[in-house]
């Protein structure tokens, strides 16, 4: 039984893709099952519609019925694939939600930290280090507990090569560490759907 998946995302949706393309394997763990973004002309909502998947635009107004409308669809879990909007206590309450960020966490992550910001920070620091973290959420921006981090070298002070690195290894690596977790899990542990 594969695990019910919905993706979270703001923008291009190329993460959400590499999720979604492993997630077509025979042997994979997850299945991803819709979508969910606060914005309606991007890149994930019509990358969406391309698989055929259902896909809801969020505001916060309209937080419980997305709640509801998540139940509909079976979610078990929510990936944030550059989701850009704080995830509000109710949200975590009746689901367990992952995070990817772009950088080695806690440098360079909280509020207004996300995408190119935050290579451009690295590359002023100046650091020849940089990488990806995986973690879940809580109610604080990039605060909760570190599931995975990769880090990588970097050039220092380039921004443009810095974000291609990550990006490239983000999409890598994601779909096979979320394949991995998901086979760890116990289903006691993620969200029972109602039948």
Excluded at 182 to 194: A, P, Y
Aim: aromatic residues 12%; proline residues 5%; hydrophobic residues 40%.
């Amino acid at each position: 039984m594969r695990i019910r998946l919905g993706v979270f995302g703001s923008g291009s949706g190329t993460t959400a893709q590499a999720l979604y393309q492993w997630s077509r394997n025979a042997y994979a763990s997850y299945k991803i099952v819709c979508v969910v973004s606060n914005k309606v002309n991007v890149g994930i909502i019509q990358k969406a519609q391309q698989w055929q998947l259902p896909y809801f635009i969020y505001k916060k107004e309209n937080l419980e019925a997305l709640i509801h409308w998540l139940n509909e669809q079976k979610v078990q879990g929510i990936v944030l694939a550059g989701f850009l909007k704080k995830i509000p206590p109710l949200l975590l309450k009746h689901f367990p939600i992952i995070n990817i960020h772009p950088s080695l966490l806690p440098a360079f992550g909280g509020k207004g930290m996300y995408g190119k910001h935050v290579h451009e920070a690295v590359a002023k620091s100046r650091l020849a280090l940089s990488g990806f973290t995986i973690h879940q959420v809580n109610e604080e921006y990039d605060a909760g507990p570190i599931l995975f981090q990769y880090a990588t070298a970097v050039i220092p002070g380039n921004a443009e090569a810095i974000e291609k690195k990550v990006r490239q290894l983000e999409r890598w690596y994601f779909p096979l560490w979320l394949d991995s977790w998901c086979r760890k899990q116990k289903l006691s542990h993620l969200h029972k759907t109602t039948p």
